[in-house]
């Protein structure tokens, strides 16, 4: 349980994390990214709603058709998912802690979305800015996510001047 909750900007300096399978921790770590991922995006979503004073619904999230550039309440949501995107990353980089990871845990999450939003609506999403959103946004969470993570394993590695390391 104490790796659970070791943060990825604490001092790691004894160990270099070597793999381990451990399927209940990535379990847990997909849950736990899917939660944050829709509770970050229902919260941008109703921040913006309220502030462009658009009608607040769940199908906001779900919907394929309100997404796209020539509405503003599309505009709206194109800016949530990519705020959500940037929040995701922040919030990767704190649960998961892998650069290596970063594209699988991004990719499940938005995997999870489709078939969300298959089941919530019907049918398979159709609409082109659908596509493109969710495209950006799986693009845009995994390369930030993956440079915060790279940050902080590169800080892990002990490299000093005149510093003897035991190997």
């Not at 550039?69 to 705020?83: K, M, P, Q, V, W």
């Amino acid at each position: 349980m104490q790796h659970l909750m070791r943060l990825p900007w604490t001092n790691m300096a004894g160990q270099f994390r070597s793999f381990q399978w451990d399927p209940i921790l990535i379990i847990a770590q997909i849950i736990a990214m899917i939660c944050f991922w829709y509770f970050s995006l229902g919260i941008w979503i109703f921040v913006l709603d309220v502030i462009g004073k658009f009608d607040l619904s769940i199908e906001q999230i779900f919907t394929q058709s309100d997404l796209g550039l020539y509405e503003d309440s599309g505009r709206t949501n194109i800016i949530g998912f990519a705020l959500n995107s940037l929040t995701v990353s922040f919030i990767m980089w704190c649960v998961v802690g892998r650069t290596k990871q970063c594209l699988d845990f991004t990719a499940t999450i938005h995997l999870f979305h489709f078939f969300a939003c298959w089941i919530y609506f019907g049918y398979v999403p159709v609409t082109f800015w659908w596509w493109v959103t969710n495209i950006v946004c799986v693009a845009l969470t995994t390369v930030t996510a993956e440079f915060l993570c790279m940050r902080s394993e590169m800080k892990a590695i002990p490299v000093g001047m005149g510093a003897k390391v035991d190997l």
